[in-house]
């Protein structure tokens, strides 16, 4: 099989996995602001090295999450039984220009290659008249082959930026219309092959997914709206809540690794499940795993409330109070 095949394999495979019975099909197609839709790549030659887009607040030469917070960081700690990291305030604050100070929750960071953690409160990071706001964060993800990250809050608005920039918010209903009247507790993506210029979407709310198809130039195409169901010896995905899930994409692995799409979903009954392109399932519990070990600077895991990672730096972020 190519890995061209492989790619529109595994993209549709992942829709069936995730979702079970289908309540609405593909077709529909919404272009906000006016985009044109576009037309996904298939190309069994492009084999290069994906290009990634670069995380909220940061750029090839400043990373804000660059330096590692230390163990004696007086803003976080360890984990507490109350679900908020010792030393820290469930609503933490910020200094201001004016003197005064700003209720934000904050995100927390795990470069993956060193094995250490920083953070930073957002609203520090998410600045600008259509940046979100620093608090009420529901669900994340950070695309792969194209820069662009969404931010959904509990009052149902989507916060995008795109190349850098944030781009006007808009209500739920309005950006992704399948969604309408959902409560979307986590948002997770799949890329496609190595240069193609459109990324499948899923936006969760218990018992209910809906997928689109997000293109570079700023067209959507609805995928699919679906009921979630348990799966077999994998995830609780129709009977329990999914918090949050994070997805990590190496597109060049396509066709010859299966894990070149990782996917860990965090669930309410505190369990952790990891499946990968091949579709095997692993358990760990959500306070020991690979994203949390009981390290100097990370978050009490349970605190957290959305997730997504950044191939560009290869950092887990994770958003929590």
């Known amino acids: 099989m190519s890995s061209a095949i492989a790619s529109e394999v595994v993209s549709r495979s992942f829709l069936l996995i995730f979702a079970g019975l289908v309540a609405c099909a593909g077709g529909d197609q919404n272009q906000p602001s006016g985009a044109t839709l576009g037309s996904g790549s298939d190309s069994a030659e492009d084999t290069e090295v994906p290009t990634t887009g670069i995380s909220a607040g940061e750029t090839a030469s400043t990373d804000p999450s660059a330096t590692a917070t230390s163990a004696t960081d007086t803003t976080s700690g360890t ?3 109350t679900g908020v990291p010792q030393g820290s305030s469930s609503e933490a604050e910020g200094s201001t220009s004016t003197g005064g100070s700003v209720e934000s929750w904050h995100r927390y960071s795990l470069d993956t290659t060193l094995g250490t953690w920083s953070q930073v409160p957002l609203h520090e990071i998410w600045v600008g008249d259509n ?3 620093p608090t009420g964060i ?8 194209f820069d662009r990250l969404f931010v959904i809050t509990d009052d149902a608005m989507v916060y995008e930026q795109a190349d850098g920039v944030w781009q006007t918010p808009e209500p739920l209903d309005r950006r992704f219309p399948a969604a309408a009247g959902l409560a979307v507790d986590a948002m997770v993506h799949t890329p496609g092959q190595v240069g193609d210029d459109v990324e499948e979407l899923f936006l969760v709310a218990t018992p209910v997914a809906v997928v689109y198809s997000q293109f570079e130039n700023g067209g959507l195409e609805l995928s699919q709206v679906a ?12 009977s329990v809540d999914n918090i949050w899930t994070i997805g990590r994409a190496d597109p060049s692995g396509i066709g010859s690794d299966a894990d070149w799409l990782v996917w860990h979903q965090a669930f309410s009954n505190g369990d952790l499940w990891r499946f990968n392109a091949a579709f095997v399932w692993e358990q760990t519990p959500l306070d020991d795993n690979v994203y949390f070990t009981g390290a100097a600077g990370e978050p009490d895991p349970f605190s957290v409330e959305a997730a997504y990672y950044d191939d560009a730096f290869e950092r887990a972020h994770f958003i929590a109070p």
Do not use: C, K
């Open 79 to 81: 984990s507490g039984s």
């Open 227 to 238: 009921d979630l169901v348990d799966q077999d010896g994998g995830a609780p995905q129709g």
């Open 138 to 145: 529901t669900a994340t993800t950070s695309l792969t082959h």
């Open 131 to 133: 940046a979100p706001p």
